[in-house]
Each structure stands twice: as structure tokens, then as C-alpha cells.
């Protein structure tokens, strides 16, 4: 599985998101590729699944993968909860 985390330019929020993703995954043993991107790349990225925020998930639906907009970055539990609801 591919996860993308997006923000605007693909090192800022998406990389705090990134590592909340991560944490999560590493303690529910599930492995998966997570990568950052800007939302320009993120638009035609390949990918299983996009977390970014409420803006830009708006804007990337439609896209191939299953876009989820995620309110609190750093919010392990909301993570969590997305992740358990799709995987």
C-alpha cells in the first residue's frame, strides 16, 4: 500500500503528517509506503491512499486514490481512526 501525505509544498505539514502516519503504522504492524508531496505532484501521483487537509482534499477528489482530509496532523488517534476505517 502507497500513502501519500500532501501539503502545499510537500515538506512542511505533510512531513508532521507523515511521521503521525508512520507512528501509527508501526504500531498496528502494518507496513506501507508513505511518501510526502506537494499538491501539484500529488494530483497525478500514484497512490492507494492521500491524508492531506480539508483544502486540498476538496481539490483532490476524484483522483485515483481514496482522499481523506485530516484535521489535526499531529493527532495520533485521528489518524488512527482513518487508518483502521480504510485498511
Known amino acids: 500500500m502507497k500513502i501519500l501525505t500532501v501539503c ?4 512542511g505539514s505533510s512531513m508532521m503528517l507523515k511521521m503521525t502516519v508512520e507512528s501509527v503504522l508501526q504500531e498496528k504492524g502494518i507496513k506501507a509506503e508513505v ?8 494530483s ?8 492531506t487537509n480539508e483544502e486540498f482534499a476538496k481539490q483532490l477528489q476524484g483522483s ?20 483502521e476505517e480504510l485498511l
Not at 511518501?35 to 500529488?42: K, L, M, Q, S, V
Not at 482522499?67 to 495520533?76: S, T
Open 35 to 42: 511518501e510526502t508531496a506537494d499538491f501539484g505532484t500529488a
Open 8 to 11: 502545499g509544498m510537500g515538506f
Open 64 to 83: 485515483k486514490a481514496k482522499v481523506v482530509a485530516i484535521q489535526n496532523i499531529a493527532d495520533k488517534e485521528e489518524v488512527k481512526q482513518v487508518l
Open 44 to 51: 497525478s501521483a500514484e497512490a492507494d491512499l492521500i491524508l
